[in-house]
């Protein structure tokens, strides 16, 4: 990760200094940054120069002489982490930014032993970091909001795209992120859903939604927040589970009567009415999924395993179980099958 972060900032003309205890990670670095360089520059002799801009030093106090950030980009060990913050704090001035790429640790956590801890920042990449524009800004208590704003400056001009969060677990990303897995992760445990079909529903309704507005305005535009609330109600009651429980904010856009889209507010507002933005909804998601399907990404990634039925191929395996004679044959759902 600390390979691709350096490409980016190198990419968009800061003076880089590479260091790491392992002396062949530094020597290995200009052939595993060309492939980021390029991708990032699309272009080898530009991608050649960015790599060659970047400079290596193998002595931590030399390295972080004259920096304005130090990033840290070392192994997920919290006691590395710590040390190395220590030993960071006594070398580099007040005013020098010290970030941490850390993807589970809070950092007061980190910073521990640290005696300036006002200019300690989380700057948390997802991967692909150069790809994904996203990085999230984790500040604890001790990180006044000039040090975030910082951040966030520094962040937009690397042309990402910041994303402020308070330390807690999980930060914001993983917090999401593995809310849904933990569920998908149960869903496999008791065998009630196969990959395919996981993987397909996610892929093939919430995954394209979610990409084209997120998931708030996702909810504003497709359901009305009384009945999210009702799901929500609903299955607390079937599994008493905490997590299904409905929160505070929720119910009050439902008591205020802001129900998405539909009533001009919800999560947000809406400058145009109902129907123009479901028009429009409808317009982004079909160019989208149309694109989905055309290029096949499932395919072209390899796997091993068949991947989902076509439509096609799921209306044959229909007919087939139902059997010529099937009075289900006669609905219209079944009749738009053709056998090919
Ligand atoms: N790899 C990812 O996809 C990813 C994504 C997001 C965040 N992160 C976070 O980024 C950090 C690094 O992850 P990674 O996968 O690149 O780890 P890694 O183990 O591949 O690389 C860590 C590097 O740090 C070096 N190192 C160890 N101690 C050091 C020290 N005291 N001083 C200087 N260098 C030292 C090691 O020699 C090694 O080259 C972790 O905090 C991880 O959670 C990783």
Known sequence: MGCVIATLYSRHGYDVVVNDVQTEMLQQFGTRAMPIASAITGDEAHAKNVVD??????????????????????????SVKQALFHRLDRLCRENVVIATNTSSFLLSQI???????????????????????????????????????????????????????????????NRIQFAMLSEIYRLMDEGLASREGIDAAVRLSLGPRLALWGPLLTEDLVVSKRTALAVT????????????????????????????ALTGKGWYEFGRGHEEVVTER???????????????????????????????????????????????????????????
Not at 247 to 252: D, E, I, M, S, T
Request: charged share 30%; with cysteine.
């Open 53 to 78: 801009r970047i400079r290596f030093e193998g002595d931590l106090e030399r390295a972080v002489e004259g920096a304005i950030l130090v990033h840290e980009v070392v192994q997920e060990v919290l």
């Open 111 to 173: 910073a521990t032993d640290v005696t300036h801890k006002r200019r300690v920042l989380g700057i948390h990449y997802v991967t692909p970091a150069h790809i994904v524009r996203v990085v999230e800004l984790i500040h604890a208590e001790f990180t006044p909001p000039e040090v975030v704003e910082w951040g966030g400056t520094f962040v937009s001009s690397l042309d990402h795209v910041d994303v402020a969060i308070a330390e807690r677990p999980g930060f914001l990303v």
């Open 233 to 260: 109600d609903s299955l607390y009651d079937q599994t008493g589970d905490e997590n299904f429980k409905a929160r505070k904010a929720l119910r009050q856009l439902v008591d205020q009567g802001h129900l998405g």
């Open 282 to 340: 409808d317009r982004q998601l079909a160019e989208l999924l149309t694109w989905l399907r055309d290029y096949d990404a499932v395919g072209r990634i390899g796997v091993r395993s068949p991947a989902p039925s076509s439509p096609n191929r799921a209306c044959d395996q229909v007919e087939g179980y139902l059997g010529p004679r099937s009075e289900f044959r006669r609905g219209i759902a079944i009749k738009r099958c053709r056998r090919r």
